[in-house]
């Protein structure tokens, strides 16, 4: 019997988003702006090393009060937003997701596939830059090494998480809007980056307020301002874990769904 | 046996833009020539019978079946789109191997599968460079090869044999011929009418989104026979090419252009069968053909009137 289209099982929807995740992956490494990417994400490592050269930084402390905010609050937030984003719109804008359409996949796959190969692709290239940073901040006392161990264990976790969370975020933004990029921008380093810094309830309409609460960050002293309405203490594990999965969960079902609705010209 | 497409009361349009209107047609036949000028629906048509886009009214079904919903149904049909985008940095055999696995198997069988589909378009000696630095006229058996690999029933091609040089389309012509004799129904547009007429005598002329003529392209022919019909010649010895031409009886005219140059002529069959012997020849540098849209305009404002 002949291996045509007519006697050939379609992929199951899990494999559908493996074989896609895996296209994509290859896609995304053969690209220049995966190096560039790659460059910025090392950024906070070099910073480990200038400060550890001029005895200014590069620190066990420097890690937790600099490097970790700067991983969660610029470097992931970032890599999510502009990989997010692009990954779907850049398909939708070219057409070439005409490709993929037209097989026999569910659509919302697509959507599912992009956010897998973005957030594998954004979590090995932060967690090789954390785990970096953090051996430069701690050698060349191993035994402070080991000890920091869980927190950066913690702080590798969040990422992940924060990773899953904005790409489902801005990959349903990429579906949906006529122009995501200056729209997520806006969103992602105006409201998350600034709200959940400020005292009061309004952190709690951010998605960052629960992910940076996940390691014991609390909303900043804004001086006057806080003088007036109090900090609000972290949330609890459990409550912040929930409002991430559920995020992600609606984000990239919505994204899915997009993907199967709409028209792509 | 060819699959059944079956039209009823079918439209789309994009926001006020009307792309097709109100098409009714039930057609089975192995190879079927959808000509029309730019804009007239042609792409419209294809992409609804894909299931990339929905109908704004009105229904088609293949073989029965709704391609927007039913994925078995899509898993058979082998669609090679119009556009010129890819993912560049793929390689050939990457980029097929890696959408036919989308239609199950395993890997193997789906790199197999990629590697005879790029031999069968004669890609076969660039199936391992990047698809960037592949030429036009590659990158269009690309798209063939695409649509080819996972042996689909049904092919649907849009505008395959565009800017392609006169090898290329008859190799390529030759191919969709095959496809249809071992028994895949094949659907492909063009604007160009001896092109169809190489292929099939079974066509859907349209013309701004309707439908105005189904059946014969002989009778289709013979009113853009009576009409002059002009073709771009892109060419990088224009002027000998056009002392060639010149000789002909059949050419009326010719202009000489940046890229080559445009012949009018009151035989197209004939004018065309010259080219591509020249261009097969290979010493003038023939390397796109180009039917002008001006041919058909006269024959649509005949039919319309």
Redesign the interface.
Known sequence: M?????N????SPLQ?VA??A??YF??GL??RRTLWLSLLALLPALAALIGRAIGEGGDEAWFSATAVPLYLEFLALGLALYLGVSSLSDEIE???I?????????RGAIAVAKIAAVVTAGGIGLSASLGLTFVLCHVPDVEALAGAAPRLARVLSVLWLQMLLYTSLFSLAGVWLRRPMLLSVIFGFGWEATVSHLPGELPRFSLMFYLRSLLGLAPGDSGLLSALVPPLPPAGVATSLAVILAGTVLFAGLAAWGVGRR??? | MSWTVRARGLAKW?GQVMALNDLSFELSAPLVGLLGQNGAGKSTLL?LM?????PSQGEIRLEGGDPRRD??L??????C?E?D???E??TPV?FVE??T?????AAE?ARR?AEEALERVGLQEHARR?IRVLSHGMRQRLKVA?ALA????FLLLDEPLAGLDPLGRIELTRLFREEAAAGCTVWISSHVLHELKALTDTVLLLHRGRLLAEGSVRRIRDLIDAHPHRIAVGCERARELGAILARFEHVRRIEFTGAGLVVETVRPDDCYEELGRLGAEGDLGIHSLDALDDNLEAVFRYLTR
């Not at chain 1, 002949?2 to 007519?6: G, M």
């Not at chain 1, 050939?8 to 992929?11: C, E, G, L, S």
């Open positions: 002949t291996n045509t289209a007519e050939r099982a379609p992929p559908a074989r896609i895996r296209m290859r896609v053969g690209r070219d057409g070439t005409a490709f993929l359409l037209c097989r026999p996949v569910p028209e792509f010209r | 994009y992409r894909t299931g990339l886009l929905a994925r078995a899509r898993g058979r049909l082998g669609y789109p556009f985008r890819f993912y940095d793929l990457q890696a959408l696995r989308l239609h199950g198997g069988a599968a990047p695409q996972h042996r689909p029933r």
